[in-house]
């Protein structure tokens, strides 16, 4: 019987860490993380980058140039590849392409900056679930299972749930309610 009380006294603690510090600290900031790192490089397959920390690495007897950190050019230049994308496979029946492409780099430029920093966190995750179903019904419809529902699932946790206690959002919340 004592075997038992200690297994639910345990459990009971587990829990209990478990939603105090991973569900309103760790879990949030990396829902927050990753669904930002999904478009910040998104975004740079749009622009100019410049790349910080480069460093050269021999793959197959070529020399690579890698960089450990990429940042996009400021100001904004969409490559041509980028807006040929828009003009073609990425069209979407009611914007012009140019529009359509703009709009696509702002969002991924100013979303995740605020994700990371989990300042306007719902709002933020909310024009990623538009942006993604976008990109899911007009570009690419039969990707649905992929990785498109793992992005819109991630996005409306942070919607509901919001950005966690490590955020700009909850520390203002607190700064207001006092």
Do not use: C
Request: glycine fraction near 4%; charge should be positive.
């Amino acid at each position: 019987m004592k075997l038992l009380t200690n297994a639910r006294t345990l459990h009971a603690g587990a829990a209990t860490f478990a939603n105090r510090w991973l569900g309103q600290d760790a879990l949030p900031l990396l829902a927050r993380l990753a669904l930002a790192g999904v478009f910040w490089r998104s975004l740079l397959t749009k622009v100019s980058t410049v790349k910080l920390f480069t460093y050269t690495e021999l793959i197959n007897d070529f020399e690579v140039e890698r960089a450990r950190l990429r940042l996009p050019e400021l100001p904004l230049e969409l490559r041509p590849a980028a807006l040929q994308q828009f003009r073609g496979d990425f069209a979407l029946p009611l914007l012009p392409p140019d529009l359509a492409a703009w709009m696509a780099t702002l969002a991924e430029l100013v979303f995740p900056v605020l994700l990371v920093l989990g300042l306007l966190t719902r709002l933020s995750a909310l024009g990623l679930v538009i942006m993604t179903l976008v990109i899911q019904v007009f570009v690419y419809p039969e990707a649905w299972w992929s990785t498109h529902a793992l992005w819109v699932v991630i996005a409306l946790f942070i919607v509901v749930s919001g950005p966690g206690r490590l955020s700009i959002d909850h520390q203002a919340a607190r700064f207001f309610a006092r």
